[in-house]
């Protein structure tokens, strides 16, 4: 959704010519995207009035204390075709907004901030920093590829069914932290078209948190740390996990670790693969007995069972009677 | 407050800060103090306090722990902020806090800097009152916290264990006298970011040691808006009409403590396009070296990074043009010149301040460098805080470091002394000192160019 999102991306639509479909051509579609297509879209599918009534919040002049410049204080930016970018539209009606849409057919349209005054009326004031945004919704963007040093099955921009179970966890975790530790409820959750998700937090006092209060919650969230220069380390330091980790670990992450990933993923089924995981245990001794226990390749009766179960169980064995 | 000349005989003052102080021992500097200063402790107040908060700012870019600043900030206080009349040293401190606040007020990195060395200042002297002392300062502040009813304390009591375990602070498990704080917890974002505290439904359960943090928070706003305020009053009225006594204090006392931020470069166009190369590997600071290898590797690097690289070449004399025709010679091989122009030359062109809200963006300091948080995929950042030691090692052995000085450099940077770690770095690889130390990657390109030129010079 983001500016930032959009320069990661490269740009895969075809641009055709503009053809409208004929009748008894529908069959032979490509199928592939075609600006054309927009003008249809606009008109018969995009939740013009839905949109319009989620973005006023509420101030839509129907009852008494509703904010009339609103809305109009919102900035919407358009992709054009020609990849023109074109920014600080902004509607005083649910009508104004429709139309700019169909009539402009945008390729991609960000929903910027809410700033203190109209957007439209920025130059006529003087003096630097003028306008400045007050309410802007609080927004996560989950790419896969931050987990591809996690991920075996595919890497940057693919996506299949054995590595998403990585983003259903991440939306779990957050999302019940967001409802129970910090007290939001209006959450949206939206796949973002290509390789992630998007989460829009729209209740007011999210609207209204600073730069700094929107880092301390994602902060609040962050256990990974490191880079490829550095050891990639979670570090929980404590005898015990905060509340949090340990309910994010008691009701997601155990079990689709342990249920899906750990197979779909084959974590320790290779020497390249295991090593990655001996290395993050602390006590080296526990990780040099487990590599000899696996060094070889042999395996023991369970021979049906999967490898990396096994190797798991034994793992957590050895890890628990050291710790007693 | 009143600058008088010296000859005038200062008149005893009240000690009170204009409303009644909550500590005897912290003002919390909410208004102007009606107090008369006499012209030359107007300026050698500021000064004491000055080195205070650059010692702060110095220990804080080693990364010290807070037990370590703890000390530090005490001995710091101690040393410069004593006066030989002891009923003066309250007056001491108020006074040269709202004489920076003039100094520092003006810009926004000034005002940054100071919100920060003095939240730090007031977070430590604040851990030092009384218990007494503390409430009566949170009061004060109108804290919009309420203590936790006894029923609640016991539903939460083993949840907030827990994270009081899980903090290391098993000294303070919650019994039935403890007394916690409830907050929203968009007050208390530090304790929230680091999982310090437990949060239900909104709400952050601060316990009383980690009241600091509330209150700290607290007057880093009340004085970042006191700062804007200061601004408008000295750009609109004071300085105009001290242009002949306190101005000229003012302005210099700023310059001779932050040393330059290389935000002008002398002359842009100093180097051009196909002498980076061989300046990368003479004449750049590690961190830059790393950036801009990874960027030829990759033809790519990630927004913090092209910041960081960005406005250090930036500081070294690129000029626009030139820095266009570098990004897009790398990033074209990888994304293509037309998603170049599309995507990444509109917030190069931002760097300069050529578009947009026109702000001229400053290089990053060593201390700003060090404090950022490089992630999956990211080369920025400080390498001696940042890689691990073998990686480190590595890098430092490919710039030319000899076994010995690797040795000198792995201890700084074990002791977290990561700026010495560089400067050593330097004086090995140049084999000559640098006294001053490092504390801007744009200082260490220009000391390692003015001794290279030096040596060329000294050498035809």
Partial sequence: MTRQGAQEESDNMLIDEPQLPQRGQIAALPDEFNPSYLKLYYSKLFPHADLYRWMSYGNDGKHPGCDSSYLVRREFSYTLDNDIFVRYNTFNSAAELENSIKEKCPLKIDIGPIYNLNPANRNAYAGDNVLTPVERELIFDIDMTDYDDVRYCCSGADVCLDCWPLMTVAIKVIDTSLRDDFGFRHILWV????????????????????????????????????????????????????????????????????????????????????????????????ASELRAKWQDGRRSSSAKEDINIVRWEQLKQLVQRHKV | MQVVRSHQSHSTFSSSTGSVSASPTLPLYRSAPELEVRLEDFESFAVDRLRVLKGISDGLSRGKKPDEMEKLVNELWKTNMRHQDSSQVLNKDIISHFVLRLVYCRTEELRKWFLSMESALFRHRFRNQTAEAQRAIMEEFDLPCKAVSNAEFESLKEKLGQVARSIGHNHSLPTADAIYYKVPFEEVPELVAGRKVFINQGYAYVAMNQVVSLVATIFRSLLSKALILTNRKWATSIREQEQHRLTPIVEALCSSYLGPDYSQPKEYGEISLKDIDQLAKSSFPLCMRHLYEKLREDHHLKHAGRMQLGLFLKGVGLNVDDSLAFWREEFSKKVGLEKFEKNYAYNIRHNYGKEGKKTDYTPYSCQKIILSTPGVGDHHGCPYRHFGEENLRAALSRMGVNSRAMEDVMGKVRNRDYQLACTLTFEALHAAPCDAGINHPNQYFSDSQKLLKAKKDSSA
């Fill in chain 1, 191 to 286: 796949y973002s078209g290509r390789r992630g998700v998007h989460c829009w937090v729209c209740d007011r006092k999210a609207r209204r948190l600073t730069n700094e209060q929107r880092a301390a919650v994602a902060d609040y969230f962050r256990v990974y740390k490191g880079n490829e220069n550095s050891n990639k380390k979670v570090t929980l330091m404590g005898q015990v996990l905060h509340p949090f980790l340990a309910r994010s670990y008691t009701e997601v992450l155990k079990e689709y670790f342990e249920t899906k990933l750990l197979t779909s993923q084959n974590i320790l089924s290779s020497e390249e693969r295991y090593e990655k995981i001996l290395d993050m245990i602390p006590d080296q001794s526990i």
